[in-house]
């Protein structure tokens, strides 16, 4: 899909979705899901995550259903079996 057909889907302005791509520019909570739901997607896969936080690795590896990953995190974050 074009950033032109995308913005144009999404009712906003070819510029502004450029910007938010590039980074530059911050959408509103409204804009992210629009744009994840026309390009059939989860709005956390249009949302950039600071891996390196154990909360939000947490939340990447429930969303990948990826349980090793998990596990570190809740580990990381003292809430495993481990509680390190």
């Given at each position: 899909m074009t950033q032109e057909r995308l913005a144009w889907e999404c009712d906003i302005d070819k510029g502004y979705l450029s910007q938010l791509e590039a980074g530059k520019r911050v959408a509103s909570v409204p804009v992210l899901f629009d744009l994840a739901n026309k390009l059939g997607v989860e709005v956390a896969d249009v949302v950039g995550f600071d891996l390196d936080r154990p909360r939000?690795?947490?939340?990447?590896?429930?969303?990948?259903?990826?349980?090793?990953?998990?596990?570190?995190?809740?580990?990381?974050?003292?809430l495993g079996k481990n509680g390190s």
């Open positions: 939000l690795r947490l939340l990447d590896a429930t969303r990948r259903s990826d349980g090793d990953e998990a596990t570190r995190a809740l580990n990381a974050l003292g």
